[in-house]
């Protein structure tokens, strides 16, 4: 009786804790959750990557070896995954596969990864990843495929990379490595192509040779081969005499480099430096006073007098605005190449060596939604900052100094976004962190392509405080500034927000923080805001001006974004991250619905030969057609209005003639169906609803397809293409039409449904 109760016991705890525990998931499948916790899935690609389940192994992207439970690959390309590649990594000991490329991942490559010994290929092309490549990815010996490419990584190629004798692909193109690329092991059998794309790259394999200090090019003795080994011992004596004079050479170049080093000390490595006296000014050089040009990153293909010489020759017919560092000049060079050169007011100038400190730190930085550095010369009289220029000038120009100029609702988002990720990659991405301090609308620069880029966050300041942040000199622009800020006069990342939540307001408006509008009700754009979501009526002070229609749940998002960016609170904001991540969430949206079409117009023949009878209209960007449908030839009381939806063609709206609507003929009912989904009833607007009785009839699609080449051919041959939209041409060529085809098919132009190729018909106009 005893051993049973034993037994039974033994039973209970097998069960109810060995049996669960069997079930729980394993290291491998811990550490992918940690890894999912430092991913943004924007799209919930990973949504069944749960704590919960079983196993691991069937999640999305994930492979295991056959048989265990141990993460084999990773796979999770084009799945727009934010945030960083997380230190876990480094736990999956057995990992052979890691593919994560075409996302928007940022942050470093992890050191980790030097862990995964038995990674075969990595892939990780198309990211915003920073930093440089971890020296111990030599660990990686069984390593295949290493593609880095379109990143911001910069620094020196590892030496390491030439010990993965297994290595077969490298693609490290489109980055900012700098330096030379080390000849040895599997690094000195890739080519050009695994390294195009890096400026200041040097050495064999891109053909580039590297320069000394000095500016000649580095010369490297060649061992002697065997054959020159063996000759006679009467050229011994030369090959001595050669070998003493090369090694005096080298002596001579270390002492000269040495020499330089101490006088150049106070240049870092990430800038070129050029010293140019007494070539500009003759009265300087009997000041003892003298001219100093530095580039950054070697990218100017000018030479230090060409670019002096035009900064000297700058006066005011060149000056194209002022901002709160001082005035700014457009630059054209001799080959039409323009910059703009920023001249820093002598109050603002502080010593040369902490100014110079901070222009390191500006020099380093480059981000294609911010205004890059490129240059700074110090003359005798003034300090100067040389920037790439963009024609396009300022949002602030482009909302309110041209006012006639219309500014479609999907192209301020892409500004909003492109904004963001210039600011996020200050806050988070820059070590140290750089605050703005100065967000506003024109410090937003816009290229040919209107892709906005971040201005005036340079001129950085090292802070003296535990956090080692990084801030402006700029004092900040009145209506953009937090509470918070003007209360203790401390910058942060979240006084950052506070201004950017007050731009996308101005997006929003169209009008300046300031507007006079906003001052007669006695508040601010912050102020306005909360009132009118208190009165729900914010579609009222959308700007007129958007070209094309405004989604109001597309406002409505956008708004709340800004109030919560502007929130009195400044622990309440978001991140400039979370920002982004809103951001991007809210322009895909747009961006598929824009592009997204399948449409049709279902109209009831209701068993009588009607005509069709269009009335002028225009698509809008909300793909509604603004005009009036309808079907005639019955009573006037039988008329019913049909509407539809398009596409956007390239980012014009077009005005769409009736030549593009789609007519049915059904025995049931007048019905819509839009983008494939369900639309409810409005009988005040009379759109019709889809009902589930109603089925397509694609016998016909043959005869349809039959009407439209033939009456296409007919409208080519008569070349009417501009008269499309008028509906007497149009009415006869579909009769003639449907009759030519339904001789060929046997049917009747009564009982025929017609539809309509829409891209071939697009792609025809």
Same mark, same amino acid.
């Given at each position: ?26 290291? @491998? ?126 620094? +020196? ?71 020159? +080994? ?121 010593? @040369? ?70 600011? +996020? ?152 991250? %979370? ?96 983008? %494939? ?89």
């Amino acid at each position: 009786m005893e051993m049973g109760r034993v037994l039974l016991m033994l039973l209970v705890f097998s069960t109810t804790v060995l049996y669960p525990c069997s079930l729980a998931l394993t290291q @491998d499948g811990h550490t992918l959750l940690e890894i999912k916790s430092t991913l943004n899935d924007t799209r919930n690609f990973l949504s069944n990557w749960k704590k919960s389940d079983e196993s691991h192994c069937t999640w999305t992207g994930i492979t295991c070896h056959p048989g265990e439970q141990r993460v084999r690959s990773i796979n999770l390309p084009y799945m727009q995954l934010g945030g960083i590649i997380s230190p876990s990594i480094g736990k999956l000991s057995r990992l052979q596969r890691l593919a994560l490329h075409q996302n928007g991942l940022h942050g470093v490559i992890p050191n980790e990864i030097g862990n995964c010994t038995e990674l075969r290929a990595l892939y990780l092309r198309a990211n915003y990843l920073q930093g440089g490549i971890p020296s111990n990815i030599g660990n990686l010996s069984y390593l295949h495929v290493l593609d880095l490419s379109s990143n911001s990584l910069k620094g +020196a190629v590892p030496s390491s990379i030439g010990r993965l004798t297994q290595l077969r692909v490298l693609n490290l193109s489109t980055n900012f490595f700098s330096g030379e690329i080390p000849d040895l092991g599997v690094l000195s059998t890739f080519g050009n192509n695994a390294f195009i794309g890096n400026l200041d790259l040097c050495g064999r394999q891109v053909q580039k040779p590297c320069r000394t200090s000095l500016g000649f090019p580095v010369v490297l003795p060649h061992a002697e081969s065997d054959e020159a +080994a063996g000759k006679s011992s009467h050229y011994v004596k030369w090959v001595l005499v050669g070998a003493i004079t090369i090694m005096g050479l080298a002596l001579v170049i270390t002492l000269s480099l040495l020499w330089i080093c101490l006088l150049s000390k106070k240049e870092r490595a990430a800038r070129k430096y050029i010293e140019v006296k007494d070539q500009v000014n003759p009265e300087s050089s009997r000041k003892d006073d003298g001219t100093k040009l530095i580039t950054f990153h070697g990218d100017l293909p000018y030479t230090s007098f060409e670019i002096i010489e035009k900064l000297e020759s700058l006066d005011e017919d060149d000056v194209v605005g002022s901002g709160g560092f001082g005035t700014v000049y457009r630059m054209v060079m001799n080959d039409c190449g323009t910059f703009a050169v920023k001249r820093i007011d002598r109050s603002r100038e502080g010593s @040369d060596q902490g100014f110079e400190r901070e222009l390191e730190i500006l020099g380093s930085i480059k981000h294609i939604n911010l205004v890059n550095l490129r240059g700074y010369c110090r003359l005798p009289s003034t300090k100067l900052l040389i920037y790439d220029y963009l024609a396009m000038g300022s949002l602030d120009d482009l909302l309110h100094e041209n006012t006639e100029q219309s500014l479609k609702w999907s192209t301020r988002l892409k500004i909003a976004l492109g904004s963001a990720r210039g600011l +996020a990659y200050l806050h988070h991405d820059c070590c140290p962190k750089i605050v703005h301090r100065d967000i506003k609308s024109s410090n937003i620069l816009l290229d040919e392509n209107m892709e906005p880029r971040v201005s005036d966050f340079g001129l950085a300041k090292l802070l003296v405080d535990e956090e080692a942040h990084v801030t402006t000199v700029v004092a900040g622009t009145f209506g953009y500034l937090a509470p918070e800020y003007l209360q203790s006069g401390r910058a942060t990342e979240k006084s950052d927000v506070y201004s950017f939540g007050v731009l996308l307001l101005e997006l929003v408006t169209g009008k300046r923080p300031t507007d006079p509008s906003f001052a007669r009700r006695g508040v601010n754009v912050v102020g306005w805001m909360n009132t009118f979501r208190k009165e729900n009526r914010l579609e009222d002070e959308v700007d007129k001006r958007c070209s094309d229609s405004v989604d109001a749940e597309s406002v409505e998002v956008i708004l709340e974004l800004a109030a919560s960016c502007t929130d009195a609170n400044a622990d309440e904001r978001p991140s400039m991250n %979370q920002v982004l991540q809103i951001l991007e969430q809210e322009n895909q949206k747009v961006a598929e619905n824009v592009e997204s079409f399948k449409s049709r117009v279902l109209c009831k023949d209701d068993a009588r030969q009607r005509h069709l009878d269009v009335r002028s209209g225009q698509f809008d960007g909300d793909g509604k057609y603004s005009g009036e449908m309808v079907m005639g030839g019955g009573s006037e009381g039988d008329r019913n209005v049909c509407s539809t939806r398009t596409m956007r063609d390239k980012d014009t709206w077009m005005s769409v003639p009736v030549s593009l609507m789609v007519m049915e003929s059904i025995p049931a009912r007048w019905s819509w169906v839009a983008d %494939q989904k369900e639309i409810e009833r409005k009988e005040d607007a009379r759109v019709p609803v889809l009902g589930e009785e109603d089925e397509c009839w694609s016998e016909h699609y043959g005869v349809a397809i039959r009407v439209f080449a033939v009456w296409l051919l007919q409208v080519i041959r008569a070349k009417v293409i501009p008269l499309l939209c008028d509906f007497w041409i149009l009415e006869n060529a579909m009769e003639e039409a449907c009759d030519l085809a339904c001789r060929d098919y046997g049917c009747v132009c009564g009982d025929l449904r017609i539809v309509v190729a829409m891209e071939a018909l697009l792609a025809f106009r």
